[in-house]
């Protein structure tokens, strides 16, 4: 007799709760649709949204490797001699559009100083976007800055070369911007400020490319 009272007891729980429960999703039913629907349309907007990052990784990586392919074929087109080649279109319609458009402006300006017109070659990387301070940034910068050197524009080249120095966010190729700001202190005759800032690089960067070559213009300096 226990025993059936007892799963009598126990079915009546089982019943009363799904009772309630069905109850409750009846007496809820317009917020729990409400909730599902607006679960769904999140799902599908994350869903959306990396589709639409792959794709766009994909996009640019495809980008990347169309602006290497045309400056390398550009490199081959110098080399034989042929002017106004169709790969220098192609790279002008690139330059400064998607994520990798920016490297375009660097390419190009490579080809017009191979090609010797330095105007060209500046006026690509004044495009250069400001934003944001990557290392291709630095690069473009600092080939602007040689531009300027080699034009005997040295008061512009210090200008620029200082106000990168300043920033203190270039590990990368901060060697190279002191270098060439010394190089252009050389040029323009202030041989004391040029052989301090050489010293200030056979000091901070030992392990620099460029230390063999310091060395020589300290010594041809006299210091």
Known sequence: MKRRERRHLKEDEFVSTITKIVRFFRQY?????IVAVSLIAVILLLVLIRVIQVRGVNQ?????????????????KIASGEENPSEL?????MAGTGRYGRLAYIHLA?????????????????????QPRDLFYYQAKDLLGEILIWRQEYDQAIKLYESL????KIPY???????????????KGDKKKALEIYRQLQSEFPYSAYIWNIADRIRRLGG
């Open 60 to 76: 640019a990586n495809q980008q990347l490797a169309t602006i290497l392919k045309l400056s390398e074929n550009l490199r081959e």
């Open 89 to 93: 279109k192609e790279l002008e319609k």
């Open 29 to 33: 039913q317009r917020e729990i649709k």
């Open 173 to 187: 190729i901060r060697d190279s911007v002191l270098i060439h700001l010394a190089e252009a202190f050389e040029k």
């Open 110 to 130: 490579n080809y017009w100083v191979a090609k010797n017109d330095l105007l060209r070659a500046q006026a690509f990387l004044e495009k250069f976007p400001a």
């Open 165 to 168: 120095e300043k920033e203190k």
